[in-house]
């Protein structure tokens, strides 16, 4: 990277910005740490609501940013997708529109933006990869989020082809870890589940977890994440999109993940599925040969080591998180 490169990272107060903060402060081997010429700015919607294009431009014209690393989202699981899929669209859309428009405004040398693996069609073939994103609808649970996070990379296209930007994106599995959404309707079902766990442990009630627990999916955790989110900043030149994952054979069952927050937090109470309760696609298996051949050495924290240490954040933190 040029010196004195300056990453503005949108979206740095949530799940995978505060990863990406962790990664840059306490990593310290060149690939995946700080370097000594560059100025990181992480923001959360406090420095300005993406949604509004004067704030992202003074944004951009207070910072003046290099690269740029677009998190910022409206995100949640399948409950809240179901419940507001036009703000899912609109929002994200709005967001995507003024930060891409104004790097390239400010002549920013790479952004990274984020798509992710439930965007990929309904009916398709498993595995998926990345050069099937637009190849049918998605499922229809998600399609405000889902055709609004595609226009990133139809948008990324469009301004290399018409103005030479190098903008890309990343396609990340189901991640979880430390600064998750723990709310215990509109959360992604890992945090959403630790929550529950939690609260069936101190109420003494049974912990019941909402579908059938047979879907399968792919986690990644959020500071390995992170680090595949530094590297392709600094490494990866492609447009198209590169999915950030576990390997097929590292997909779990929505009851392993139960199981393992159970283990995790030591909850010796009464444990049931709510089959009543919808399940979503059953899988999404995604591929990760593309990620594996730029990066073969890169090493995943096993699961469950991921799951405990991402429970004991949210037990010593459970006052003050997102909830
Ligand atoms: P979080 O919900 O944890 O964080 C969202 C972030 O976006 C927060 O920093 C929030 O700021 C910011 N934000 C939201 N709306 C606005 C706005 N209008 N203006 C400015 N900032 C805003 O999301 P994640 O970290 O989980 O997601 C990061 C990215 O990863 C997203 O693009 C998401 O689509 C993608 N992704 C996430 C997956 C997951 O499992 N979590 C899976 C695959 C992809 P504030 O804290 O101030 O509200």
Redesign the pocket.
Known sequence: MASESVILV?????????AVKWVIENETGERFGKRENEKWIF?????????KEA?VKAIFEKYKPTHVI??????GGLFKNMKYKLDFLR??MM?NENILWQSKEFNVKKVV??????IFPDKTTYPIDETMVHDGPPHDSNFG?AYG?RMIDVYNHAYNEQFGCHFTSV??????GP???YELEGS?VLPGLTHKCYLAKKNNTPFVVWGSGKPLRQFIY?RDLAKLFIWTLREYEEIDPIILSVGEDDEVSIKDVADGIVKAMDFQGEYAFDSTKADGQYKKTANNAKLMKYIPDFEFTPFDVAIKESVEWFEQNYDTL?K
């Open positions: 949108t979206g740095g107060s949530g799940l995978v910005g505060e923001l959360s919607s406090k420095d300005g609501d993406l949604r704030d677009h998190l910022a989202a409206m995100v929002e994200n967001m933006s984020c798509l992710s693996t439930c989020y996070k396609i990340p599995t189901n991640v979880f600064h998750d959404n992604h959020s997102r």
